[in-house]
């Protein structure tokens, strides 16, 4: 799901901005060297660590996703364990 979301007080009087986090970013494998898109799932935590394979060269990487409180993601990429 993309797309605004309120802040945590929609009916506040104070004018918050609408918050639109972050649903996808451009990661580069660390096998290959080639950029790949991934989407991002804001719903699935705060902190997230999975496994996704790179679309050119189809090694496993290490994702680690850390949200902040403006749904503003930090992703890292790191080269799977065998």
Do not use: F
Request: charged residues 30%; negative net charge; hydrophobic residues 25%.
């Amino acid at each position: 799901m993309s797309g605004p979301r309120p802040t945590d007080s929609a009916d506040d009087d104070e004018g918050d901005d609408i918050i639109t986090p972050d649903d996808d970013v451009v990661v580069t494998c660390p096998y290959c060297g080639e950029e790949n898109p991934i989407v991002l799932d804001p719903g699935g935590g705060t902190a997230q660590d999975y496994v996704e394979d790179c679309q050119v060269c189809c090694r496993p990487w290490q994702v680690h996703v850390r949200w902040d409180r403006d749904g503003h993601a930090d992703v890292q990429v790191d080269a799977a364990d065998s």
